[in-house]
């Protein structure tokens, strides 16, 4: 038997009966101190917060003395952040993220969907899917706004603080659901001005040739094992870590990259026949909490129409070729494509 009934209300209070407000009275400094651990800058911050470089300084200095610590150190690059400071802004990170998904819930309890969803993904899939697929989404949902940011974190969706993010590892965490989507499959490419200067790349002649190289190739998950090796033939061109930038390095001719099956519909690209295919299953991650919300539930839906098994170019089969579909009209209206049934045939 309990010793106390769940219905007598001295002992069965919420938070919100008590008058008290545990941390005190600087919530507005808290604000400052976020924007400027953030920017690492009290000029920054003030432009970030609308106010002055004078009151972020006064204010970062009042809650200093009141938690009786020393929150920054300066230095000759801006502020950098103490080992007491970086506790309390990575705790004020969550808190952030916190308020504005609260924030964002609240505007989509509306008999129209309506809200901000904000989505991590690389710079590559959003230019050529996620982004020429708005247009029919947004026609269907004008009040729901996307924000597409390039991930901090591949692996965690909570460090990207987003609401969801596409990934290439499945979820683990309680707190979010994971779905798979397609396969994501890579392969070597060069452009045909590469061709013309230096020659055709095959098996036999990667010595005399040059490679673009990413952080993300690095891994030592074994998955990237026959890229490395085929790059250490040869010599490493250029280093970049931003998929789109790093098409942009390829198209420009400076080397052989490992580029999505997708980009194939650029004219100028030429797939090599070195032995060298990789397949990548591709994930949509979404906290629990947050898929409840109408809009962030629609977005969830959409992407994984767009990334699913259905887009021929994240279907299980590995093709070099696909033809024209709804999937990739964005892109290929990209490319001047539109209404031309062959994508790039040299071989």
């Known amino acids: 038997m309990d010793a106390f009934d769940e219905e007598q209300q001295a002992f069965n209070r919420s938070p919100l009966d008590d008058e008290n407000l545990l941390s005190g009275q600087f919530w507005g400094e808290l604000r400052v101190f976020l924007a400027v651990a953030k920017t690492k800058s009290f000029n920054r911050a003030a432009e970030l917060t609308n106010t002055s470089q004078p009151r972020v300084s006064r204010q970062v200095k009042r809650l200093q003395d009141i938690v009786g610590s020393q929150l920054f150190i300066a230095t000759a690059r801006g502020v950098k952040l103490t080992r007491k400071g970086e506790a309390l802004a990575q705790a004020l990170c969550r808190l952030d ?140 061109a250029h280093y970049c870590d931003n998929s789109f930038a790093y098409g942009m390095l390829v198209k420009a001719g400076q080397g052989i990259g490992m580029l999505g099956s997708y ?49 021929p170019w994240f279907g299980d089969e590995f093709r070099l070729n696909n033809p024209p579909s709804a999937y990739d009209a964005g892109f290929r209206k990209m490319f001047n494509l539109e209404g031309n049934d062959e994508t790039n045939t040299s071989r």
């Open 263 to 311: 980009t194939l519909v650029e004219p100028c690209f030429v797939p090599l026949e070195i032995d060298l295919r990789i397949s990548v299953p591709l994930y949509l991650i979404v906290l629990n909490d947050r898929l409840n919300a109408r809009p962030v539930r629609l977005v969830f839906d959409w992407l994984s129409e767009v990334f699913g098994n259905n887009n």
């Open 97 to 236: 993220h916190t308020l504005y998904s609260i924030t964002s819930d609240l505007k989509a309890e509306t008999s129209e969907a309506e809200g901000t969803v904000s989505v991590s993904i690389t710079d590559g899939l959003n230019a050529l899917f996620a982004a020429p697929a708005l247009d029919q989404f947004s026609a269907q949902y004008p009040k729901i706004q996307l924000h597409l940011k390039n991930p901090i974190n591949i692996m965690s969706l909570r460090e990207n603080q987003t609401d969801m993010m596409i990934g290439i590892s499945p979820a683990e965490s309680s707190d979010s659901r994971c779905r798979k989507l397609g396969q994501l499959h890579f392969i070597p490419v060069v452009a045909k001005d590469y061709i013309r200067k230096h020659g055709l790349p095959t098996r036999n002649n990667l010595e005399q040739h040059v490679f673009l190289q990413s952080e993300y190739y690095l891994a030592r998950t074994g998955l990237w094992d026959g890229w490395q090796q085929a790059v250490a033939r040869g010599r490493i």
